[in-house]
């Protein structure tokens, strides 16, 4: 048992930290730092397309397809030294971790050349179009219908929560194909190009007043015949593994930014010397601990070889950074008092710590809200009966 | 990444799981709490047999020279049963004798150890004195102290070691709430002590051991007190449904497991970075020894709560858990303190 990496891997941490601090002290220098998937989208795509010119973009897909085959612990470095280098926030995270991998893992050789290279170049952007009014925590009560007319799935129905959708240029959908069918059974999996008239995307203003996911309405939404992963009416299963990758590597990455965060907090304590407040200092350790013990977990997670026993740190990761972030907000507004409240210009725009107790409110929803996850932990965990559903 | 038991501590944590599940039985633990707290046939077959009293001590003085990883999978087994073991102040007496003894006192105690022979106590915030290798002062709160062979003291960088045998020492056996580590007060006047020959180091030593023993049981202790109300939700049927199938039950449930996975992390990232010398090693061992007692206070008070009337009997073993949870809580540094040592660490002094 060992906490650190490998000489080659360290060999490999300074490469990457050597690229990516001198992008973003030169030639990116004025997106660097940005935590959202709202501002400056040109020149986000630019990057995105400047890490593809340096194989940077993907580099846990095979080389075939753009990537550079990296182990998992070269993506677990790559993520850590990204985050150190204040690199901004992916936005084709969506393309590189959720549809690359979907269709690396479930799709034809057809669809791996015809989707893969735009993701790995930085050219297409992709959504995810899951949850819908009906169907949040409860997924797999999916409305939206596709049918096949001739050589075209027609595709009628509401998706929201699609954030970056305002700016994607794909969106895979999870629609209900075969009439009648309920719950997880009759789904399928599709591909879609965004720029078309079927398809209509609507903000979402959200209590922080930023506008990061929208309402997507599909109204004759159309697609190639072919562009499904799998077969008709096998979508969840895919679904499902897809949601697999959502966790892993990234997390690494993701606590980097929490890292920037606590040290918000400290510099803000140190200035205004509640630094000094014994309960103020009790939260702060909690904090500091929680984070660490994320990052231990993360690596426990990523070095268990048997990935196919159930992995009881990947299983309560989502609950538990969640509810660290949002203790976290409260910890931030504490600190900072009624300074807080008051925003620094003339718009409804939050800095970093204020936004961060707002905006933490969602993470204990979005993505399988923690009770959702508890029932999941206690189901798949530990092995106690299942919620019965209802027929409403 | 290798953060991860090995082959060969995975096989070790099998072994002591298997050795402590069949030894340490509820009927063999209770014995030993009408008596000292110990069940020596236990310790005996634990240094013997299993010549596990000597994990962490180096091969030269007649042990494993193994370290705080392996320490810790013995630790977490043993507190997974509430065993009634002296293994507390053993693995600190090892540990500050192994970095701060001189080449005699390691010779002379060291062996003595890793055959189990010897049964440890250590000091926590005691005040006492010491004149011309003479010790004065009462000790109290101290672990297995009434049937201790050997007392180390410390205090402000020095550390020394007492023989309980020697003139001048009265000891006060206490009633203690969790009688699987009784409580003694030992007084000691004029009686000889040996200085440790680097202090600083051996009380380094003392708290590395310490508190991941403490923390390592304390995980041991949270799994099974989720493990066995685990198996009770299953089998107890209440409302013509198992109860672990109501959201209210099973959320309980999933809180702790999302507690005990953490403490498992803090254990072991904890060890590690003592092994390893890591500069986050200090950070490392307050952080498990605040969160894993935590952890399992919050573990055991949930199983109590979770079997209903008869998890508060004397006859249903909830109660060892959770009275084990309240001693760890407070052994060594309760979680408070080492909180604030944490957030020294990260702000600096308070004032």
Known sequence: MKLGFSKADEAFRSECAAWLQAQMAGPFADIRGIPNLVSKIERRREWEQELAAHKWSCIGWPEQWGGRGATLAQQVIFAEEYARAGAPGRINHIGVELAGPTILAFGTEEQKARFLPGIAAGTAIWCQGYSEPNAGSDLANVRTKARLEGEEWVVNGQKVWTSLAHFSDWIFVIARSQEGSKGPKGLTFLMMEMDQPGIEVRPIRQMNGEAEFNETFLTDARCPADSLIGTPGDGWRVAMGLLAFERGVSTLAQQMGFRNELDGILAAARANGKDRDPVIRQRVAEAEIGLRLMRYGALRMLSNADHSAIDGAALTYKIQWATWRRNLGELAMDVLGQDGEIAPGAEYEWPMLPNLFLFSRSDTIYGGTNQIQRNLIAERGLGLPKEPRGDL | ?351
């Open chain 2, 1 to 351: 990444m290798e953060f991860a038991l090995t082959d060969e501590q995975a096989m070790i944590a099998d072994t002591v799981r298997a050795f402590f599940a069949e030894n340490a039985t509820s009927e063999r633990t209770r014995a030993a709490m009408e008596g000292a707290g110990i069940d020596r046939d236990l310790w005996a077959a634990f240094a013997g047999e299993l010549g596990l009293a000597g994990i962490g001590i180096p091969e030269d003085f007649g042990g494993a020279g193994l370290g705080m990883v392996e320490l810790a999978v013995v630790a977490e087994a043993a507190g997974a049963q509430v065993a009634a073991l002296p293994l507390l102040g053993h693995a600190m007496l090892a540990q500050a004798l192994a970095r701060g003894g001189s080449q005699a006192q390691k010779e002379h105690w060291l062996p003595r150890l890793a055959a189990g022979e010897v049964i440890a106590t250590v000091s926590w915030n005691a005040a006492f004195e010491v004149h011309d290798g003479a010790v004065s002062g009462t000790i109290a709160h101290l672990p297995h102290g009434a049937i201790a062979d050997v007392l180390l003291l410390h205090a402000a960088g020095q550390a020394w070691l007492v023989d309980l045998a020697g003139e001048g020492v009265r000891r006060r056996a206490h009633v203690t709430m969790d009688q699987t580590r009784p409580l003694a007060t030992v007084t000691l006047d004029g009686t000889p002590a040996e200085k440790l020959e680097n202090g600083a180091t051996a009380i380094g030593g003392l708290h590395a051991a310490g508190w991941i023993c403490l923390a390592a049981e304390a995980l041991g202790g949270a799994q099974a007190s989720l493990d066995r109300t685990v198996e009770y939700a299953k089998e107890r049927v209440q409302f013509g449904r198992p109860i672990g199938s109501f959201q209210a039950y099973k959320h309980r449930l999933a809180d702790m497991m999302v507690e005990i996975e953490q403490a498992r992390s803090a254990v072991y990232w904890a060890a590690c970075a003592v092994d390893e010398q890591a500069e986050e090693a200090a950070l490392a061992l307050h952080a498990a020894k605040a969160f894993c007692a935590d952890t399992y206070r919050m573990c055991a008070g949930n199983m109590i709560q979770l079997h209903g009337g008869i998890g508060f009997t004397w006859e249903h073993d909830s109660h060892l858990f959770f009275k084990r949870a309240r001693s760890i809580a407070t052994l060594y540094g309760d979680s408070q303190w080492h909180r604030e040592q944490v957030a020294r660490l990260v702000m600096g002094d308070p004032a």
